[in-house]
C-alpha cells in the first residue's frame, strides 16, 4: 500500500519545548530537546572503516562504543564503534565557534539559525515499520532559538583522520550558557600547527 | 566539547530503518508543532512520493549537496555523530491527483457489481492527495462510494441524475407559485429542503450518495444558501449533446437544441465559451471535440490543431493550448514561438508557420 502515516509526536515535543540553559558544569552547545545537534563541513571527513589494529594506550583512548539513541534507535540496541575526531568550541558571545580536527587543523565558523527548518524524519520500509518525524532543529526568532541548531563550518581543509593522525585534544571545561536552536558556521580556513 | 563519530556514520540505521532530512516549510512546521498526523504517500510504488497535511500535498524532491552535514547526538558534554547527510529532501507544492486506477465507471444503477471491490478509502489511501483536498475533487471526478464499492459516474448518469433534481426542485417552486424567478430562486436555496424535495419528488429514485455528489459539484454553498452553478450545468448539458450528435450541427441550432434537452422552466445563459475546450467551429458549424484527446507535446499539438483547422482566432485556440502554455504567458506572446500571429481588423489569428 504505497501509503504511510507519519507521526509527529517527538519532533512536536522537541519544537514546542522552550529552551533551557543548562548547567554550569557542561560545556556550551546548540541543541534539541533530544540534544540533536547539526555539524555542517565543507568538503570531507574520513574516518577509518574500522577500529585499527595495534594502537598504543594513548591511541585506545580515542576509541569508544556508541550507542545510538532513544531517538532513532527506538529500543534496540544499536552499538557502533566510535571515534574521538575533534573538538568543538564555542564563544561566551554563542556567535563563533571553532572546530578543533587532530592536532593540526583549526576550522573557524559561526553559530547560524537554520531557514527553512530541517526535520529529521525516520522511515522505516518494513511494512510494520513505525515512519515519524523524530525532531526538528528550527530556525526561530534572531540567533538563539528555541529548539534546532546547525553548526556548519564551511571551506575546512580536508583533513583525513588516518588511523594512526587522530584528534588528539584535551577537553577543557567551559563555562557557558547552553542555547538551544542556533547553528554553527565554520567559513574560514584557518590551518594552525598550534595544538589547541 | 569532544567530537565523537562512529566510524561509517550512514544514514541506514539498520537494514529497514534510515534518517533524511527534510526542510520543512510553514505547513509542515505547523503541522508538526500540533501534534497533527502527516502521511507519505504515492499513486503506485513507482510514482514519486508525496508528503501530505490534512489539507496540502507537497511533492518530495532530492536535493544533493557537497557539503558533509553530521547529525550529532550529545551526551554528557560531548557529541557524537552517527549519521551523515549529503542530501536533504525538499517539499515543492503539487497538484494534487486521484488515482482512478481500476475504477469502474457506472453508466447505470442496474450495473452495481460485487467484482473486484474497491472502497472509497482504499482510492485515498492510493492517491498523492490530502484528505481535504480529496473531498473537494471527488465530486469534481464523479467518484462515489455505492454499497462500499466506488465508481466514477458516467457523464449521462450524472446529467441524468442533476435533470431530476432540477425537475424536482423546479416542480416545488413552481408550484409554490414563484414561477417567474425560478432562476433567482435557484441562487438561493435551502440545501435541506432541496434534498427533502428531491427526495419527494424525484421521478428515478437515485441513492442518496449520487444525489450528493452531483450536488457538491453543480452547486456552491454560502451564507445566503445553495446556488446552482449555471456556468457547470451548461457545459455538461452541452459537452453531452455535442458528443451525441456525430453529425455537425449549426452554431444557431446548437443553443436551441440544448435549450430543448434542459429541464422545462431551466433558463440559464447560455455561452458558447462555457464549452471551451470541448468544441470546434468552423464556417457556422460547430462539433464536438475534446481538448484531451490532443498531444500534450506543444509541437506535436500544434500540429494537430492546424490539422483540424488551418486557421484559428485567437480565442478559439486558447482553451487547446492553455495545458501547454505552462509558464501562464499571454496566449498571443506564447504561440509566436509556434504560429503565425496576425492581426486583422479588431481579431488576432493563428496559422501554421509554413
Known amino acids: 500500500m504505497p501509503s504511510r502515516r507519519v507521526s509527529t509526536e517527538k519532533a512536536s515535543d522537541s519544537v514546542n519545548a522552550p529552551t533551557q540553559p543548562v548547567p554550569d558544569d557542561l560545556p556550551s552547545i546548540v541543541c534539541t530537546k533530544w540534544g540533536s545537534m547539526l555539524l555542517e563541513i565543507q568538503g570531507e571527513l574520513n574516518l577509518p572503516p574500522s577500529k585499527p589494529q595495534g594502537l598504543n594506550e594513548q591511541e585506545e583512548k580515542l576509541f569508544t562504543k556508541f550507542a545510538y539513541p532513544d531517538l532513532v ?68 526568532r534572531g540567533r538563539w532559538c528555541r529548539a534546532g541548531d546547525v553548526i556548519d563550518s564551511t571551506n575546512v581543509k580536508r583533513g583525513r583522520i588516518g588511523d594512526r593522525d587522530l584528534a588528539r585534544a584535551n577537553l577543557t571545561e567551559h563555562m557557558y550558557i547552553r542555547r538551544s536552536g542556533s547553528c554553527l558556521l565554520c567559513t574560514d580556513i584557518v590551518t594552525s600547527s598550534d595544538p589547541p | 566539547m569532544d567530537l565523537y563519530s562512529v566510524l561509517e556514520p550512514n544514514q541506514q540505521l539498520t537494514d529497514t530503518k534510515s534518517l533524511k532530512l527534510v526542510e520543512l516549510n510553514s505547513e509542515v512546521l505547523q503541522a508538526i508543532e500540533k501534534k497533527a498526523e502527516l502521511r507519505l504517500k504515492s499513486a503506485t510504488t513507482k510514482d514519486y512520493p508525496v508528503l501530505v497535511t490534512a489539507s496540502k500535498t507537497f511533492k518530495i524532491r532530492q536535493k544533493n549537496h557537497s557539503n558533509c552535514v553530521l547529525l550529532l547526538s550529545e551526551h554528557n558534554g560531548a557529541a557524537s555523530s552517527y549519521a551523515r547527510f549529503s542530501n536533504e529532501l525538499v517539499l515543492a507544492t503539487t497538484e494534487p491527483t486521484i488515482n482512478l486506477h481500476g475504477i469502474s465507471i457506472l453508466t447505470k444503477l442496474s450495473e452495481l457489481t460485487n467484482k473486484n471491490r474497491v472502497s472509497l478509502a482504499s482510492v485515498f489511501e492510493n492517491s498523492p492527495v490530502s484528505e481535504e483536498e480529496f473531498a473537494r475533487l471527488r465530486p469534481e471526478l464523479n467518484l462515489v462510494e455505492l454499497e462500499g464499492n466506488a465508481y466514477v459516474l458516467h457523464e449521462e448518469l450524472v446529467r441524468d441524475c442533476l435533470s431530476s433534481i432540477l425537475r424536482a426542485v423546479i416542480e416545488e417552486l413552481v408550484e409554490s407559485g414563484d414561477e417567474m424567478n425560478i432562476m433567482t430562486r435557484l441562487q438561493k436555496l435551502n440545501k435541506q429542503w432541496v434534498l427533502d424535495v428531491v427526495e419527494k419528488r424525484q421521478d428515478e429514485s437515485y441513492p442518496p450518495e449520487i444525489v450528493q455528489t452531483v450536488l457538491a459539484k453543480f452547486t456552491r454553498e454560502s451564507d445566503r444558501g445553495l446556488a446552482f452553478l449555471n456556468e457547470k450545468v451548461v457545459r455538461l448539458y452541452g459537452v453531452l449533446l455535442l458528443k451525441t450528435n456525430a453529425e455537425k450541427m449549426k452554431e444557431d441550432d446548437f443553443a436551441l437544441n440544448l435549450k430543448l434537452t434542459m429541464p422545462f422552466n431551466y433558463h440559464p445563459d447560455i455561452k458558447l465559451e462555457y464549452l471551451d475546450g470541448n468544441f470546434i467551429t468552423e464556417n457556422g458549424f460547430i462539433r464536438y471535440f475534446a481538448e484531451s484527446d490532443l498531444s500534450e507535446n506543444p509541437i506535436e499539438r500544434i500540429s494537430e490543431l492546424f490539422k483540424l483547422k488551418k486557421e484559428w482566432k485567437l480565442e478559439e485556440i486558447e482553451p487547446f493550448v492553455a495545458r501547454i502554455n505552462t509558464k501562464k504567458i499571454k496566449t498571443d506572446k506564447f504561440l509566436l514561438k509556434y504560429a503565425k500571429v496576425r492581426r486583422v481588423g479588431k481579431q488576432t489569428v493563428v496559422c501554421a508557420k509554413t
Request: proline letters at 3%; charged letters at 35%.
Open chain 1, 73 to 140: 534507535a527506538d529500543s534496540e540496541l544499536l552499538v557502533r564503534d566510535a571515534v574521538k575526531f575533534g573538538r568543538l568550541e564555542i564563544e561566551r558571545d554563542m556567535k563563533r565557534a571553532t572546530l578543533y580536527v587532530s592536532t593540526s587543523q583549526r576550522l573557524v565558523g559561526t553559530v547560524e539559525t537554520i531557514d527553512p527548518p530541517l526535520g529529521l524524519l525516520k522511515t522505516d520500509v518494513d511494512e510494520a515499520g513505525k515512519c515519524e518525524f523524530v525532531d526538528v532543529k528550527s530556525q526561530t
